[in-house]
């Protein structure tokens, strides 16, 4: 399967401005540093998915050091490294597993978990938190990560139909 790279970049462009305009209006101010939706990290996995590895480590790289700049400035940089990493290494397990419906849904649970748990380790490494892991699993990490599958079930079909090419493995040639 054959991916539109130009409406994946598109994409990625109106889910950032979703992202960091419109979600925060949506999630109520108690919730704002609990629910961080990362949509982009959605579109990373589908690339992944579909396009392979080398594509998703770009993608993710590119969108999320976007992120970075925009919106979480304390560093710049973990998102980009985290994103980078989870796209190549989704890409790898895309490579061995075909993405089913069932089977992305877990994609997106472990790697929404091992995003945030790198972000976290590269804050505490720097020392721009000092919240123990725990309370950042239970009150941020958790969340956000269901968040992120109720999203990323209700983006499954349509950017699937949008972004994968029907291949057209008969030997019939179609009517341009």
């Not at 990290?41 to 690339?47: E, Q």
């Not at 490579?95 to 091992?114: P, Q």
């Not at 699937?160 to 019939?172: A, D, I, N, T, Y």
Request: proline share 5%; hydrophobic share 55%; glycine share 10%.
């Amino acid at each position: 399967m054959n991916m539109r790279i130009n409406w994946v970049i598109l994409c990625g462009i109106v889910l950032l401005i979703i992202e960091n305009s419109i979600v925060p209006w949506i999630v109520p101010p108690q919730w704002s540093e609990r629910l961080l939706p990362h949509l982009n990290l959605i579109m990373t996995l589908f690339v992944a998915g579909f396009a392979g590895r080398h594509n998703a480590f770009l993608f993710g790289l590119g969108f999320g050091l976007l992120q970075d700049l925009l919106s979480y400035g304390y560093l710049i940089g973990p998102y980009g490294f985290g994103m980078g990493l989870i796209g190549y290494m989704a890409g790898l397990v895309a490579e061995r597993k075909s993405f089913t419906l069932g089977f992305f849904a877990w994609v997106v649970l472990i790697f929404g978990i091992i995003l945030d748990s790198i972000v976290y380790s590269i804050y505490k490494l720097f020392r721009i938190t000092n919240l123990e892991y725990d309370y950042i699993l239970y009150w941020q990490v958790a969340p956000t990560v269901l968040l992120q599958l109720m999203i990323a079930l209700l983006m499954y079909v349509p950017v699937r139909r949008l972004l994968v090419k029907p291949s057209h493995s008969s030997g019939e040639e179609s009517p341009e």
